[in-house]
């Protein structure tokens, strides 16, 4: 019996038994149903509770030496411990998890001393730690932690909240397309990113659309990047091919077998990076990655190596790390009830997200979303979207009236920025600002005020497609 | 306070704003021009998306009514002389089914007993295995099922000659047709199941898919050569959101015709197998769509 486990509680007359880190970690994890699902979640509401009692005593070194992945099988483990800096965990390396739950959240924990462990932090102690920490907490000490990242205007400054304008289509018909982006523009959406999920994903769809977004841009001298979220081997096509690509995408899980399913490797994404910095249009600053991440993606893809969810998408913000990405993403609510049940476990998710990427160091946004088939509603959206926004969240997605039409789901609108915007003061990035105000569509960029009349640069585009109006 | 500096203390004279790109959406089913009272969606637009929600909920939730179904699907010329096979997964319901996609992807026991008993009656009174099996199944939307499966079927048997005992068919355009199977809650990979039971050389599993806020009603349809249990998507082709909105039946049935005689022919199905249905027609990227935001 004793062997079996490696780590043991004693609680009144029973013993709880668990039988490595791994399994730890995932029982207590709250209660979510990718986990129930993979079958690694814990048996009881008390054997979740002794979980985290038991994961709170466990030293932080010791996800130094006991690795939940085998560093042989696995790049990201490989990169998590080969480019783990001692000198940055110094201050943190004689805490518990426990300890390290006070520790984030006492004064000592500066914003300034938050970016000074950031390298120290590996991803499995940021899950262990968000385990046993209430909203609350996540919210709390995510606020803490600025990060900011810069291209064509700068992301993630205090007080600051952006959106990434999502106007796809079924077909990736232009106008429809080019409508809904009119629409977010006038709305005051598209400071992170203009980014279009392509119906049709090639390399050459990619580019027509890629040209498209910069025609834009350039046209109306948008302080702003474009993205076409195709698989990154397409991207360093279209590059080079010539294609004005801005940001690189690509959807990243925690372990080599989960982006082994989504075909590709650090190697793809260095050379993906590269490309992109090669083409120096950046204007403000050079990050030029955006990334996607969601709970669930490895279990899905089979690859979850025995890990609970949370803990594999913490792992994934390694990979991130690796190469400065401008925003990350991670598309909470979108993979379905099999993984996140109801609003309560999509808002836990999305917290617990941001928190681990933000104390990793990441730009982190968030897609507050959900399909018809979770038990979730607008009203679930409206409390994770103001939860975020007090945690600092630094970007979310904007699309028309909620309904993305292409990918069949619902997230944040043009309108629900606006909302966080004005309860909570929160400014989109400091030079889309200025050119919101300067092309007239805000009024008032301290009230949020948007202007009644159609401003008058947008005049001629309208008149062209609906005539007087 | 700066948060008390962020709500207008001059405002508008009228409580909604109306936009003037609202004519767009006559170029976009997305939900352009809403208007807004103060920074907040009108309330008409916010009426409407509610019920498009309820209406993707009850699509989700509400049950096949399977021996409707059924009795409809025997009405038609092409169906098999063999009535419908009523099955269901090992979900037992329909938060067991979100929950466990495992459970809707293999037959429950009674199920699997009666096309288990079915295939043994049928290989002692016929040589000839079945070429074809149809599963109907309700996945994510029981509306897709019970508004799109005639329409799709009778479509697609204007292609299909289906081969039965009564006729004396010897032509090779011949299918043997498998009697068709409603499944409830099904996921695509219960159609493998089927498959393997039934001793079929293919499936075509007609589902529900997963409701969009304005295609509550999207069937999905996926082929596989030879299904077994354990088949991942790798070995499936899929043809999706067909629906009077979407892919409309007669192109669903041409493309679903072209990938049956492709993987007759192969015997194989999924990624090595393309579909190059529309090969003959070009992308066409002059035709209306344009970005009108720049001259």
């Known amino acids: 019996m004793a062997n079996q486990h490696q780590f043991r509680n004693q609680v009144g007359e029973r013993t709880f038994g668990f039988v490595d880190l791994a399994d730890l970690m995932a029982k207590a994890t709250p209660a979510r149903s990718g986990d129930r699902l ?166 050459q769809q990619a580019t027509n659309l890629i040209k498209m977004m910069d025609d834009v841009i350039q046209h109306y001298d948008i302080p702003t990047q474009s993205c076409v979220l195709t698989h990154v081997t397409n991207t360093i096509e279209c590059i080079e091919q010539g294609a004005p690509v801005d940001l690189v995408f690509q959807s990243i899980g925690g372990t080599q077998a989960t982006n082994d399913s989504f075909g590709f490797n650090l190697a793809n994404l260095a050379e993906a990076q590269a490309a992109a910095l090669s083409l120096n249009r950046g204007t403000v600053g050079n990050n030029v990655m955006y990334f996607e991440t969601g709970q669930g993606s490895s279990l899905s893809a089979n690859a979850n190596h025995g890990l609970d969810q949370q803990t594999c998408e913490a792992r994934a913000y390694a990979v991130a790390r690796k190469f400065d990405p401008l925003l990350v993403n991670t598309v909470v609510g979108f993979i379905g009830p099999e993984y996140l049940y109801d609003g309560k476990e999509i808002t836990r998710a999305g917290l617990e997200d941001h928190f681990c990427g933000k104390l990793l160091g990441l730009p982190m946004g968030c897609d507050v979303c959900y399909t018809n088939h979770a038990e979730a509603d607008q009203n679930d959206m409206d409390n994770l979207l103001t939860l975020l926004g007090v945690a600092g969240c630094t970007f979310i997605m904007g699309i028309p009236g909620s309904d993305d039409i292409m990918l069949n789901y619902q997230t944040t609108s043009f309108h629900d920025a606006l909302y966080a915007r004005r309860v909570l003061g929160l400014k989109p990035a400091p030079e889309f600002d200025a050119w919101l105000a300067k092309m007239d569509i805000f009024k008032n960029n301290e009230q949020f005020t948007l202007n009644h009349e159609l401003p008058d640069a947008f005049h001629q585009s309208l008149n062209r497609m609906i005539g007087g109006h | 306070m700066s948060q008390d500096k962020s709500f207008p203390t001059h405002p508008h004279a009228e409580p909604v704003t109306k936009n003037a790109w609202r004519k767009l959406n006559a170029f976009t089913d997305a939900r352009v021009g809403l208007g807004r009272s103060g920074i907040s969606v009108p309330t008409k637009h916010l009426l409407a998306f509610q019920l498009a929600h309820a209406q993707a909920i009850d699509a989700v939730h509400t049950q096949l009514d399977s021996a409707q179904l059924a009795d409809a699907l025997m009405e038609q010329d092409w169906a098999p002389d063999c009535a419908p096979l009523l099955l269901h997964s090992r979900a037992t319901d329909r938060a067991t089914y979100l929950q466990r996609p495992d459970y809707g992807r293999l037959l429950d026991q009674t199920s699997a007993q009666k096309l288990d008993k079915h295939s043994q009656q049928h290989s002692q009174t016929s040589y000839q295995s079945y070429d074809l099996a149809i599963a109907v199944v309700d996945g994510l939307s029981s509306r ?68 969009g806020l304005s295609s509550p009603d999207s069937l999905g349809l996926y082929l596989t050569w030879g299904g077994k249990v354990g088949y991942t998507d790798a070995y499936r082709n899929c043809i999706s959101n067909v629906r009077p909105a979407g892919l409309v039946y007669q192109e669903a049935a041409r493309k679903a015709f072209y990938l049956l005689n492709e993987a007759r022919t192969l015997k194989l199905s999924g990624v090595t197998l393309k579909d190059r249905s529309d090969d003959e027609r070009v992308i066409d990227t002059s035709k209306e769509s344009e970005n009108f935001l720049i001259s």
Not at chain 1, 62 to 91: C, G, M, N, S, W
């Open chain 2, 144 to 211: 897709a099922i019970e508004q799109n499966t005639l329409p799709f079927l009778n479509a697609l048997f204007s292609h299909i000659q289906p081969h039965k005992l009564s006729r004396k068919d010897t032509q090779k355009d011949n299918w043997n047709i498998a009697p068709i199977c409603i499944v409830e809650q099904g996921r695509v990979a219960i159609g493998d199941d089927i498959c393997q039971r039934l001793n079929a050389k293919c499936v075509l599993v007609l589902i529900g898919e997963r409701p």
């Open chain 1, 38 to 203: 993979a079958g690694v979640a814990a048996d009881s509401a008390e054997e979740r509770a002794i979980a985290q009692m038991t994961l709170a005593d466990v030293p932080l070194n010791l996800f130094l030496e006991q690795l939940l992945v085998p560093y042989e099988e696995d790049e990201i483990t490989r990169l998590i411990i080969d480019e783990h800096d001692k000198e940055a965990f110094a201050p943190i390396a004689h805490l518990t998890v426990g300890g390290f739950r006070d520790w984030l959240l006492s004064d000592i924990a500066t914003p300034a001393m938050l970016i000074k462990i950031r390298a120290g932090v590996t991803p499995e102690m940021a899950a262990a730690v968000s385990k046993i920490m209430r909203n609350q907490d996540l919210i709390l000490v995510a606020k803490k932690c600025h990060v900011k990242t810069a291209f064509r205007n700068t992301i993630g400054l205090p007080g600051h909240l952006s959106t990434r304008l999502q106007p796809n289509h079924p077909t990736d018909d232009l106008t429809g397309i080019a409508a809904s982006m009119l629409d977010g523009l006038l709305y005051a959406n598209g400071d992170a990113v203009i980014g279009i999920n392509p119906a049709t994903d090639n390399v």
